[in-house]
């Protein structure tokens, strides 16, 4: 990930927020803060001014492309280009971020980032171009929302896809605002029960929960992660019940497994051992879930698509994208069975 470095980030306008009795209260976030003049928000990229609330979203970090199964999509769009922006900022304060110093902006005194003003016009044109589409990740989307509708309200007249790599926490409200312009996310589940995921990411699971089921609903392609975090996710009982939630999302919902390596507040801790993933890829399949994937430590075979019908391979992947695909329109080359997942550019919906 490369990025601008030496400037600053700039303030403008913001959406969703709302006059309550004594203040502003954002509306974007379940965090749902009441702002007095001068108040800055707990995502520390919104704040008051005067009568209205400003954002720090709308310039990015970055702006590189990758393929879409960087991110990781494994049943969209097979081999996309994704030309990648992180405008600042995170919701959560997690102690193993790999992005901490674009997502811990104005929490952490060593996030020290600038951002350049995103040209939403040059930005489509240039996805466009490419055949190739955008994406919003490495910090937390969400919290972008307004640059999120811009693009997405220039990008879909020419069917660039814009797609969210997110931790889910936004109110249902922005949810329902937002999900019309998103062709895909891939979101963090980081723990199966309440204190867990707050002493981890200091915000509550049910909105994350709640986000999923209401993109699902929306229409919105959903692929779903789970980072093997020491002391909270990698324990085979939160494995087992984020398993059974992805379930309940469609067998066919893709679960990816992310192993953890040691980085920011957790550099003692001991990377997740390759049978260990293996472990909780068998704890997702018991669940009844048909792709579960692991993107590097189980080597071609965590990141293969096998038929649920046949177990013929149908999709390789190496580690930068799609190496080979034997579908025949969606569906297996062996058994016919159709493999969940939008796979061409005139395809749409959920799983």
Known sequence: MTGWGGGVVAWVPADFYRAV??????????????????????????RREGDRVLTAT??????????????????FRPGLPLLTLAPPGCSFRCDYCVNHRVSQYGRD??????????????????????????ALSYSEPSLAAELTLELGARARPLGVPLVWKSNGFLTPEAVERVAPVLAAVNIDVKAAAEEEHRRLTGAPLAPVLETL????????????????????????????????????L?????????RFTPTYRMRDNRPTSPERLADAARIGRAAGLRYVYVERALGAGG??????????????RGVWGQTESLLRDGSCPACGERIAGIWTMDERGGA
């Open 250 to 258: 469609g067998q066919d919902t893709p679960w990816h497994l992310l």
């Open 21 to 46: 009795d004594g203040g502003l209260q954002c509306t974007l976030c379940p965090f749902r803060c009441r702002l007095r003049d001068g108040d800055t928000g707990a995502c520390k990229v919104r």
């Open 303 to 316: 990141r293969a698509t096998r038929c649920p019908g046949c177990g013929v391979e149908v999709v390789t």
């Open 213 to 248: 089921r209401l993109l699902k609903a929306a229409g919105v392609w959903v692929e779903v992660s789970t980072p093997l975090i020491p002391g909270t996710s990698a324990d085979d009982q939160q494995l087992a019940h984020i398993a059974e939630f992805v379930a309940s």
């Open 109 to 134: 005194p060593d996030s020290r980032v600038a951002a350049q003003d995103a040209d939403v016009e040059k930005l489509v044109a240039a996805a466009a171009e490419r055949g190739g589409g955008l």
């Open 58 to 75: 709308w310039g990015t970090t970055v702006e590189h492309w990758s393929s879409v199964e960087r991110k990781p999509f494994y049943h």
